[in-house]
């Protein structure tokens, strides 16, 4: 049995038609229903619904052997996991974003608001610029509006929010989508299970592209 994380949502709906469409179908997924856990024994396959922020840390701890993560989530919580496969789905960036009039003096520190810490901290060590981060849960853009941070980090997929909050986009800090992850001692005991279903995804996305 392979045991699935998927991300609760959007996102996750559409992971699960690949796996449908990879052979590994358990229509009850999309029931709707309040269940987190759903199994077709006939496949081998057991799917559970995460949160999408949770799905690294079910698969590195072997809760799940294989999950569908972003990549902002895998490069801010860097876990111990192998990624196999980017599904091309999901697809958005990690941008820099600030008010229109916003002009870096690039002497004082630079006041960052963020949900994603470690990805700000990071881009901006590797431009050795000093900045205060001011780390948020939620609705970041408001923070340049409301003065409380110079720009924000964030994942911008439309621009829509930017735009109707009169925020612009100003550097990519990298491009997103949804990367097929596996526990690395589930990849080693369920090798030709897991590689089967890689290759299987892989042909998926092939005859979409
Ligand atoms: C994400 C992100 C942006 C928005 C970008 O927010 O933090 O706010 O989506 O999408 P767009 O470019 O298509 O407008 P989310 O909906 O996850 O909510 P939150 O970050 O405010 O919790």
Redesign the pocket.
């Known amino acids: 049995m392979i045991n699935v994380a998927l991300p609760k949502g959007r996102l996750g709906e559409k992971v699960y038609r690949m796996f449908e469409e990879a052979g590994y179908e358990c229509p009850s997924v999309l029931s709707g229903s309040r269940k987190l856990i759903f199994e077709n024994t006939e496949k081998g396959v057991r799917y559970f619904w995460v949160k999408p922020s949770d799905v690294a840390i079910y698969v590195e701890r072997g809760a799940a052997d294989i999950g569908a993560a972003g990549k902002d989530i895998i490069e801010e919580y860097r876990p111990d996991i192998y990624e196999l496969l980017d599904l091309r789905v999901g697809k958005?960036r990690m941008a820099v974003a600030a008010k229109k009039d916003f002009r870096d003096d690039h002497e004082s520190t630079l006041r960052v608001a963020t949900?994603f810490r470690r990805i700000a901290l990071d881009y901006y060590a590797s431009r050795s610029r000093d900045i205060d981060i001011i780390e948020l849960?939620?609705?970041?853009?408001l923070a340049p509006i409301l003065g409380l941070s110079d720009v924000i980090v964030?994942?911008?997929?439309?621009?829509?929010?930017?735009?109707?909050n009169d925020l612009i986009p100003i550097e990519t800090v990298f491009p997103i989508s949804a990367r097929l992850i596996a526990n690395k001692s589930a990849f080693q005991f369920k090798s030709r299970e897991i590689e089967g279903l890689k290759q299987a995804l892989a042909d998926v996305i092939s005859r979409k592209e």
């Open positions: 958005c949900k849960n939620g609705s970041i853009e964030d994942i911008v997929e439309t621009g829509n929010t930017l735009l109707e």
